[in-house]
């Protein structure tokens, strides 16, 4: 039960797949690849000559020069994306996300992709989309569509997270890294770094988890191995940008304190610990300021506090203002000139608004990075994607990332099984095909509508990961059958044949193994709740459970019109398949994919409830990565990176209209949605994040509801799963905790000591975790995780291990953030250090604190 990478006859399908996908574009031209010049040796040479392109000199050199020898037109039009056309030096591509380059100055063409699942939508779409009539090309198919060049589509980042392993972040960022330089790309727009504030938000798929500091780890790790590959990785969206309704308009009001504590640490960390050369400002409002124009967020704190050297570019068409966006941090427009356009920009210099020398800013610290990089020393030459090495990697990243929480005795399914159902609803993508965010039933990966979306060479379903894995245990016997339920559980087909919902409960009765699957999909653009109207401002219902859902995710979903939600029942078929027969949870398995966890029936948690792996969007391997865990040939050691909270009793069930969808400030008229055809309404929509830094399982531990008291045991009456957990085929014995100095000026490391041991038959990996509880004066959160490892061990085996909490690192593990002093202070008094959420081996440590520098 080691992890392990895929074997035999996947490995050769793999292959099969790679040769028929992986076929070189032709490009024109050679060398630097610039348009027009490319063959020609002589200006090859003259490139070659210029000062700048001299590598000896440092990046900041090189950039002084260049700036010195462009014109003021040629400064404006680098300054922001171009507008959709087909990719100069690659013909074959209709591309929305480069700036165009110029080759008399050696300025090569930037290349942007999005992400973080993946090479998302990237600079190449099929050109022959721009021969459409106009009337059949909307606005968006440059930036978002199925056709955009293939890459691996990996597992969702919270998959990454639940792995609580930087090491398995940074193969999902070394994927992404050599697959970006196969596709000859620049610029990676990730990690995501924001938090999943609300369950329901509808990108939490692509960030780590309602955790700052893990977020911070898993964002460090992958910035790092982008960047190994001679990339800019790009962390977003900055900052506190937590919900996608209305995320254009939206002002989010937060104190000081929470915003640094929680929602900028692990952009900090990013900064600080991955040297990231770029950031993303986001759509929304900042208490009252945008994002891309907001001073004190790009440059008091950005700059001053943390150093940063890297540059800001908007997301896309996120910004509101000409001078502002420049004056105060931001140095990238994208997607095309918008308020950044020459016109307006000389405009403002003929006003003595702004100066050349903030544009040569905006500019330096994009070139500096460039050339740092090597981004203008390479040509830009596309070459065959290895697919069979990307699934190898995605494999490894879901099954490390899967967690066990719930084992009746259902798994891991006897490898000699004789009739196995997998049983899902028609309706719901989850038995059906491989998940990855936006996923319809029955459309293709990369048509979901979202940014991120990823399309890739192959995918592998349900059905056909589970005939997989039988073939290679040896059983060629074995019968599996798929069992499709409608929304009404009123009929069903089996393998396609219609029957009634008592027929298929018979057969699940029968079967020697059941496994249901059912899930939460989500999509950019949208959360997952019901609003009255598509202006999202009446919240109607909140979508957190497994029957909510949309036809499009990507849309705000309404009462009624062609975006209504929908409930499938879910949760009713898995307790009618759960009472089909008696002992049902003895064989019964409930596979969740989901965006962030979801609101437990308390019908399903418990001995009589089924065995439950969450496998999160597993991406392309779905089918590998859920039959090998299933069956035992990987042992499942993933930890949950959000709560799952029993419905009634969450964070979700207790939200004031202020902290979500947010309340409508009365005011001018503001135009929901992109471009000109959103609807207006009298005022900006603004949310208060009024539960402070009490998110996640931070808010159950501080009782926030007053129903939810924490025992001593860890164990919480509105919690089905707390975060951390995870079990695993075997069972493991935490011990001897010894924390030293016991007494410290919170200045130098405290080491954290205890013992691991495998207590169970087989081989597994354990993760023990170190939270830290501050002084009672400090009025902060019952605890706050601030360290963890991984810990491999063979049956019987024992190991000691030794967690180091450094006052001084990034996270702050010790500190909080004194708004009035503007820096990190640590307060002194008794700190309790914990490993995992029991109390049972807790130590005290006391800190006669000094306060401490920015």
Not at 759 to 783: C, F, M, R, W
Request: net charge negative; proline share 7%; aromatic share 8%.
């Amino acid at each position: 039960m080691q992890q392990s990478n895929r074997r035999g006859s996947i490995s050769r399908k793999r292959q099969i797949l790679a040769l028929a996908v992986a076929i070189p574009l032709v490009l024109s031209g050679a060398g630097l690849g610039f348009a027009g010049a490319a063959s020609a040796e002589s200006s090859q040479q003259t490139v070659a000559e210029l000062p700048w392109m001299n590598t000896a000199l440092s990046p900041e050199e090189r950039s002084a020069l260049l700036l010195e020898a462009m014109t003021l037109a040629q400064k404006m039009q680098q300054l922001t994306g171009t507008p959709p056309e087909i990719v100069p030096e690659l013909p074959e591509c209709y591309g929305g996300r480069h700036v165009r380059g110029i080759p008399e100055l050696g300025i090569p063409t930037l290349r942007i992709t999005n992400g973080p699942v993946g090479v998302g939508q990237n600079d190449c779409v099929d050109a022959a989309l721009m021969d459409l009539p106009p009337a059949q090309r909307p606005l968006g198919i440059p930036y978002i569509h199925h056709t955009s060049a293939k890459a691996t589509a990996l597992p969702s980042a919270t998959a990454a997270a639940a792995s609580f392993d930087p090491d398995v972040a940074g193969t999902y960022g070394d994927v992404i890294g050599r697959e970006m330089n196969n596709l000859a790309l620049h610029v990676f727009e990730a990690p995501g770094a924001n938090m999943a504030r609300l369950p329901i938000l509808g990108r939490n798929f692509e960030y780590f988890g309602e955790d700052p500091y893990l977020t911070g780890k898993m964002a460090v790790a992958e910035t790092q191995a982008v960047q190994d590959r001679g990339l800019i990785a790009m962390p977003k969206h900055f900052a506190v940008n937590e919900q996608e309704t209305n995320r254009q308009i939206v002002n989010t009001l937060v104190d000081e304190s929470t915003m640094h504590e929680t929602y900028l640490l692990p952009f900090e960390m990013a900064v600080k610990d991955g040297e990231a050369a770029s950031l993303m400002c986001a759509y929304n409002y900042v208490d009252g300021v945008p994002s891309c124009e907001n001073d004190y967020l790009l440059n008091d704190v950005l700059r001053e506090q943390w150093g940063f050297e890297g540059y800001v570019q908007s997301d896309f068409f996120a910004t509101k203002s000409t001078v502002n966006t420049l004056l105060n941090g931001m140095d990238h427009m994208m997607p095309v000139p918008l308020q950044w356009a020459p016109n307006l920009l000389q405009s403002a210099l003929d006003k003595d608004e702004i100066k050349v020398s903030d544009i040569d800013t905006a500019l330096d610290r994009r070139y500096v990075q460039m050339f740092k990089y090597g981004i203008f020393d390479r040509p830009l030459v596309v070459t065959p994607i290895d697919y069979e090495a990307g699934g190898e990697q995605a494999y490894e990243v879901g099954t490390k990332g899967s967690v066990l929480l719930q084992n009746n005795g259902a798994l891991p399914i006897a490898s000699d099984v004789e009739d196995v159902v997998v049983v899902g609803k028609a309706t719901q993508v989850y038995a059906q095909q491989a998940v990855a965010g936006g996923a319809r039933v029955g459309h293709p990966f990369g048509s979901g509508g979202g940014s991120s979306d990823v399309v890739p060479a192959y995918s592998v379903a349900p059905v056909e990961g589970f005939q997989n894995t039988l073939s290679e245990l040896g059983n060629t016997t074995a019968n599996v059958r798929l069992i499709l339920v409608d929304d009404a559980n009123q009929t069903a087909t089996i393998d396609g044949e219609q029957v009634s919902f008592d027929d298929a409960l018979a057969e699940a009765a029968g079967a020697d193994s059941v496994v249901i699957m059912a899930g939460t999909i989500s999509e950019e653009g949208a959360d997952r709740a019901t609003f009255a109207d598509a202006t999202g401002t009446e919240l109607v219902e909140i979508g957190d459970n497994l029957d909510w859902y949309a036809p499009n995710s990507s849309q705000i979903a309404t009462v009624s019109g062609t975006n209504s939600a929908s409930n499938s029942n879910t949760v009713d078929m898995i307790k009618a398949v759960m009472g089909a027969a008696p002992e049902m949870h003895k064989k019964t398995a409930l596979v969740l994919k989901d965006n962030a966890g979801v609101a437990m029936d308390p019908a399903l948690v418990g001995e009589q409830g089924p065995s439950i792996l969450e496998a999160w969007f597993p991406g392309q391997e779905d089918g590998n990565i859920v039959a090998d865990l299933l069956f035992g040939v990987v042992n499942p050691s993933g930890k949950s990176p959000v709560t799952y909270p029993f419905e009634g009793k969450g964070f979700l069930d207790h939200l004031q209209n202020e902290q979500f969808p947010g309340v409508v400030v009365p005011g001018d008229p503001v135009r929901i949605g992109f471009g000109n055809t959103g609807a207006v309404i009298n005022g900006r929509p603004t949310v208060e994040y009024t539960e402070e830094g009490n998110i996640g399982y931070r808010w159950y531990d501080s009782n926030v509801s007053g129903d939810c008291p924490t025992a001593a045991d860890g164990s919480n009456p509105c919690v089905a799963f707390p975060f951390g957990h995870g079990l695993s085929y075997t069972d493991f014995e935490t011990s001897k905790l010894t924390v030293t100095p016991k007494v410290s000026d919170g200045t130098k490391p405290i080491k954290v000591q205890f013992f691991v041991e495998n207590t169970g038959p087989v081989a597994g990996v354990e993760t023990p975790q170190i939270y830290v509880s501050l002084p009672e004066s400090a009025n902060d959160s019952p605890k706050r995780l601030v360290g963890f490892d991984k810990v491999e061990l063979q049956p019987g085996e024992k190991k000691r291990v030794e967690i180091v909490i450094d006052p001084s690192t990034s996270n702050h593990p010790l500190s909080q953030w004194d708004a009035e002093a503007d820096k990190w202070s640590t307060p002194a008094g008794d700190f309790k250090v914990q490993v995992g959420a029991s109390e049972a081996l807790t130590e005290t440590i006391k800190v006669s604190a000094t306060p401490r520098g920015r």
